[in-house]
């Protein structure tokens, strides 16, 4: 004989066990009691609503702009008649008003964004000057040496001492962007050379656009080499560099500078 097949255990069957109840809030979605300090059911996790002292809850900011009151939504066919008061209206051209305010500081602010963004990134291309003047120059050494492309010639202000106010202005025969400037103090860029006269510490620019509004810039230069200099300035005509202070000042020697270079963006268009 076989031996019996041994028989399943019958589930047993578990009456449902009593749960506690607490004072804190009722789940409106299960109503289950929950201690007070939740914030979300202990059974399904539904978040309770955040009320304020007056037992309401806050509405959202829009929602108050708009003038929603946060009442219960009216079931259909019950629905009041719309409410076209003053106070509607002004919410709703206050609305407008920022929309249109919004918009137009970002058109008033995107044109200098792209400018600041494409001068960052900008492969940069000599602009020359269609012509250079000086208050005053040493015989022999006029102001259109410094934009010759040879660095061992230079204008000289032609008077001993620092030549506070002296100037130097180059002018371009259409309006130009400029990004750069470099400036190569002294009588050349060989340092040997270069101090036998003296260098430009402290200039002053004056950037003038096409508009005639003019903008000045304090520049400080340090003792040796030519040194580069950030302008960032659009539709420019001309741009005059006044002396302030000087490097290496002593009898017999006057204020030099061999080469002024300006430096623009790279259009498609150059080549």
């Known amino acids: 004989m076989l031996p019996g097949r041994p028989e399943e255990a019958r589930p047993r069957v578990r009456g449902a066990a009593e749960e506690p109840e607490f004072d804190g809030a009722t789940c409106p979605w299960c109503a289950t009691s929950n201690p007070p300090e939740r914030h979300f059911c202990r059974r399904c996790g539904a978040q309770f609503a955040t009320r304020d002292e007056g037992g309401a809850a806050p509405l959202p900011w829009w929602r108050r702009l708009l003038g929603s009151d946060g009442g219960e939504a009216p079931w259909a066919g019950q629905r009041p008649r719309l409410r076209r008061g003053f106070g509607r209206t002004a919410r709703l051209a206050l609305l407008a008003g920022l929309v249109v305010l919004v918009l137009v500081a970002g058109l008033i ?18 602009i020359d000057p269609v012509a250079v003047t000086a208050s005053r120059s040493y015989e022999g050494h006029g102001p259109e040496l410094t934009i010759d492309k040879i660095s061992n010639s230079w204008w000289g202000t032609g008077i001993e001492g620092d030549s506070a106010g002296e100037w130097l202005e180059a002018g371009f025969g259409r309006p130009v962007r400029l990004l750069d400037l470099v400036i190569t103090p002294g009588a050349s860029a060989d340092v040997a050379q270069q101090l036998a006269q003296a260098r430009p510490r402290q200039l002053e620019l004056l950037i003038t656009d096409v508009d005639g509004k003019t903008v000045t810039r304090q520049v400080e230069l340090t003792g040796d080499g030519a040194q580069r200099v950030k302008l960032r300035a659009g539709r420019v005509t001309k741009v005059r560099l006044v002396l302030r202070s000087a490097f290496g000042v002593a009898a017999g020697k006057q204020v030099a500078v061999a080469e002024v270079e300006f430096f623009g963006r790279k259009t498609s268009g150059s080549s």
Do not use: E, L, Q, Y
């Open 109 to 126: 602010w995107a044109g200098p964004a792209v400018d600041a963004v494409n001068d960052h990134f900008a492969k940069r291309v000599p």
